[in-house]
């Protein structure tokens, strides 16, 4: 085993939603983040564990965020996108949001709505370009991440392809 959560507010109950999953490592400079789901005595949560080798040894800093009463908090990823990092997660049964930190660590700001779908990755490729992948109905979706940076800090917008497509559709 690599990581085992053991922050003093743990709940650990075979077969509940008390389980570490979800989880997803990012190297920052000289430092690993873990981030995580599961479930303390407050609610559900999103974790964090950091180490200086992706094979531990893993400190675990317990929740990043406000523990969730009677709803669970799924599939954390985080980029950094210009000076800011970038927090999304889902809201068992409720939805995907986001949340902008100045650190991977935080502190974040106030929970945005991010659509459509949930579970999402985010990305970016060697030639610059942002995706995201997403559920909907059990369907993977993969679709083009754009950022408004008309916005301070910038807003990610998952592109709507339709109206790249529906234009040349009407054109033939």
Same mark, same amino acid.
């Given at each position: ?6 922050? %003093? ?13 979800? %989880? ?10 873990? +981030? ?12 964090? #564990? ?30 950094? +996108?210009?000076? +800011? ?25 106030? %929970? ?6 949930? #579970? ?11 995706? #995201? ?22 807003? %990610? ?16």
């Amino acid at each position: 085993m690599v990581f085992q959560p053991d922050h %003093p507010d743990m709940v650990w109950e075979e077969g509940g939603w008390a389980d570490c999953r979800d %989880p997803t490592v990012v190297k920052i400079e000289d430092t690993y983040y873990l +981030f995580y789901t599961g479930r303390d005595t407050e609610g559900g949560i999103i974790g964090l #564990a950091t180490a200086t080798n992706p094979a531990g040894t893993w400190e675990d800093q317990g929740s990043i965020l406000d523990p969730e009463i009677n709803v669970m908090l799924e599939s954390p990823t985080l980029i950094r +996108f210009g000076n +800011f990092f970038y927090l999304f997660y889902n809201l068992s049964r409720i939805g995907e949001y986001y949340r902008i930190g100045e650190s991977p660590t935080g502190p974040w700001g106030e %929970p945005i709505p991010f659509q459509p779908g949930w #579970a999402h990755e985010i990305w970016q490729d060697p030639r610059g370009n942002w995706s #995201a992948s997403y559920l909907t109905d059990y369907t993977v979706t993969i679709r083009p991440l754009i950022w408004d940076t008309s916005k301070h800090p910038p807003n %990610p917008i998952i592109e709507d392809i339709s109206r790249i497509f529906i234009p040349y559709i009407q054109s033939k």
